[in-house]
């Protein structure tokens, strides 16, 4: 019996001891985390410019030439960065979407859109402070839940804060140096805040919907990008730095109104959408590489489907169920039919007409050919193999999980 008692005292102890032994460990120590998105950063254009500071993450890293997710659209792609998971989980198809209590199409901005969490609300669960800083304050409205600094040129507040005390009003969002301002904006609060654990920076497109990779205007751009990724290894030379864009940009030659071209072939639709379409007009006047079409009825499917593919520069037309096996998206959340444009065609509302040649300075993207992009993982000790990376948006993926 005392023998009896001695080996459950003893089997006590070392329980009681491993419990001790677990509490006592430190809590997990996280790398500091820097992550870019470079907005419409496609291959040609890191291959057009000089950039000495991302050459340098290229040898010294990981580097990879990875697919972004379709439609080549912001939305799409940052949240699926944000969220480490694909449309058909987080729910976020475009920068905009019908709504299906209303029937009406509505931006993309509220945060509840997103079904799961992003790395904002995972680090704050794992008690790291976040900061985001974002040339679209759509991205700030949208994804910006759980971070501790929010900022964009356009937020209520940006022109009156410590930022433009530093740096002077935030620049007009159609120019080179709203995303200059977000890089000195982030610097700056890293070198203020040496507890921020992660920051989120993310550029914007209006560069490369203006000026083709060759360009002088482009390279002189991503020469300032460059620089201040630079300044960035300089501010915090114990931080990952983790780098991918959501797109490329194409010259685009043509474009349809579908709405238009199926009504004048006698194939009426309930609407089609571009899901590319945003507020920022002067950047793609709301015309992509893709398009949902809702029909009126459903066994106008296979009529509608006919009519869309005799059009000029239409490459595919899946049917919801083809373009969630295709592309990973929510089929809740998009058209009956998805249009898939060649290299050259884009699809969008038209005032007067059911189709457009397009000026020969006109750049967009949505489609397959924009969608595949640089990928960059530096000094970050916990990273996956490079391997591991084959989506862009699975970028930070592994982070706080």
């Known amino acids: 019996m005392r023998k009896t008692s001695f080996y459950i005292y003893l089997c006590q102890a070392l329980i009681l001891s491993c419990c001790l032994a677990v509490q006592a460990q430190p ?4 790398q500091k985390t820097i992550i870019i998105m470079i907005d419409g950063f496609g291959e040609d254009y890191y291959r057009a410019t000089e950039m000495p500071n991302l050459n340098k993450m290229e040898k010294e890293g990981i580097y990879k030439v990875v697919p972004s997710l379709m439609p080549a659209v912001t939305n ?34 509220d945060p509840n859109l997103i079904l799961t969490p992003t790395i904002f609300e995972r680090a704050k669960k794992a008690g790291i402070k976040s900061a985001l800083f974002s040339c679209k304050k759509k991205t700030v409205d949208l994804m910006g839940q759980g971070a501790d600094i929010r900022l964009c040129p356009e937020c209520n507040g940006a022109d009156s804060s410590e930022w433009s005390d530093q740096f002077g009003s935030p620049p ?3 120019s080179k140096e709203a995303s200059y301002w977000i890089f000195k904006s982030a610097i700056y609060a890293i070198q203020k805040n040496p507890d921020l654990g992660l920051i989120y920076i993310h550029t914007t497109d209006y560069p490369m919907h203006t ?7 482009s390279k002189d751009f991503l020469h300032h990008i460059d620089k201040y990724i630079g300044e960035l290894r300089k501010v915090a030379p114990e931080a990952a730095i983790l780098i991918t864009a959501d797109h490329g940009l194409n010259h685009k030659e043509f474009c349809w109104d579908l709405d238009k071209a199926c009504m004048n072939r006698n194939t009426p639709i309930k609407i089609a959408i571009s899901p590319e379409k945003d507020r920022y007009f002067k950047h793609h006047r709301g015309m992509g590489g893709a398009a949902y ?12 489907k006919k009519t869309l593919l005799s059009l000029k520069g239409i490459e595919n037309v899946l049917t919801r169920g083809d373009a969630v096996k295709a592309y990973g998206l929510m089929a809740e959340r998009i058209g ?5 444009g060649d290299k050259v065609t884009v699809f969008g509302a038209l005032e007067n007409h059911e ?9 967009s993207h949505g489609s397959p050919y924009e969608a595949n992009v640089p990928l960059f993982v530096y ?4 990273a996956p193999t490079a391997e591991y990376f084959k989506y862009n948006y699975l970028l930070a993926a592994w982070m706080y999980r």
């Open 172 to 174: 007009n969002i159609y």
């Open 27 to 30: 809590a997990k120590k996280h």
């Open 336 to 340: 009956d039919l998805m249009v898939v």
């Open 293 to 304: 079409v809702y029909l009126k009825n459903k066994e106008d499917l296979e009529k509608v």
């Open 379 to 382: 000094n970050a000790s916990n």
């Open 355 to 363: 189709s457009e040649i397009l000026d020969e300075n006109y750049r």
């Open 76 to 109: 799409v792609n940052n949240i699926a960065i944000a969220t480490g998971d694909s449309p058909e989980k987080n729910g976020i198809t475009g920068n905009v979407y019908l709504n299906p209590e209303t029937e009406k199409e509505e931006y993309i901005e």
């Open 211 to 217: 000026w083709p990779p060759q360009s002088k205007d």
